[in-house]
């Protein structure tokens, strides 16, 4: 049966659907239990299922210590980091990050994933990556935040708006409600700040004139050019494209919309190596005000 997991899952593989379900009915034929339960919509664990994942989970982190240790005792710190970010430290700080990293360890290879706030968080919980990068903390006492950098959030818009503004660029929430906009999905840290500060006001967001919700802020600032709407995005972002006279920036009124990012790991991984040393190399970088 096809669904979203198999296919997530064949893709990381890099094999095919049908290998992959292949695979785990030999699994299940070998075990003699059933790991999974189907549905139409859905593949959940059995109880068997949960107990083969934690063991695996166990084997996995054997095996990868292993391999680590054998490879520090041969003087050659090399590894594999698995790294979790929101849209705005993966474009304004990773990439810099990586490249002092990789300068000091050259032999080290990373899978970076974007994706929003919220499901970097899950993804660290569960235990799906090493680190996050991200723009709002969840409270849990699994989770290990540190401070990386301020951000604010600004409004964008296409001149062919003709938003209304005062001679400091900045716009009244009267005038926001005017125009279309264009939003991050649930989830994401621009929208969780956005909200709560509406909410501090007593703004519901059903309140705006809301056009669509995208995923992607590359696609919400072409859409903002075409002058389909505003938005609000990053600083950080706003003064990437500052070049672009078609695009304006604004200050929202009366929105504290400032906001950090942070580095964030599960404390309950058991680190190998690498890991140990990509974690003291942020927190020291920090500690010296480099990320600040």
């Known amino acids: 049966m096809k669904t979203k997991a198999s296919q997530k899952a064949s893709e990381m593989l890099y094999v095919s659907q049908p290998t992959v379900s292949n695979h785990i009915s030999n699994l299940e034929k070998e075990l003699d239990t059933v790991l999974f339960i189907r549905t139409k919509r859905n593949v959940t664990l059995t109880k068997s299922g949960n107990i083969l994942y934690e063991h695996a989970k166990n084997i996995i982190l054997a095996y990868r210590t292993m391999t680590s240790e054998l490879k520090s005792y041969n003087q050659n710190t090399e590894g594999h980091l698995n790294i979790y970010a929101s849209s705005v430290p993966r474009k304004f ?17 990373y899978s970076l994933v974007n994706d929003d706030s919220q499901t970097v968080l899950d993804g660290l919980m569960i235990g799906e990556t090493d680190f996050g990068f991200v723009g709002i903390k969840v409270d849990s006492p699994k989770l290990s935040y540190h401070q990386l950098m301020e951000d604010e959030l600004v409004l964008v818009a296409s001149e ?25 999905e649930e989830g994401s840290g621009t929208r969780s ?35 389909l709407g505003c938005s609000v995005i990053s600083k950080f972002e706003a003064d990437s494209i500052v070049e672009n006279n078609k695009i304006k920036k604004y200050k929202l009124k009366d929105l504290n919309l400032k906001r950090h990012f942070y580095f964030v790991y599960n404390t309950d991984m058991q680190y190998v190596p690498i890991n140990k040393i990509f974690k003291s190399f942020i927190l020291n970088m920090m500690k010296n005000s480099i990320l600040a």
């Open 93 to 109: 700080l990773l990439p810099k990050l990586l490249k002092d990293f990789s300068a000091k360890y050259p032999n080290v290879s």
């Open 160 to 184: 062919e708006l003709s938003v209304r503004h005062d001679k400091d660029m900045n716009i009244s929430l009267d005038d926001i409600v005017k125009y279309p906009i264009i939003m991050r």
């Open 193 to 227: 700040i956005l909200e709560n500060e509406l909410n501090r006001l007593g703004i519901d967001v059903s309140e705006l004139n809301l056009f669509a919700v995208i995923e992607d802020p590359s696609t919400i600032l072409q859409m903002v050019e075409c002058g």
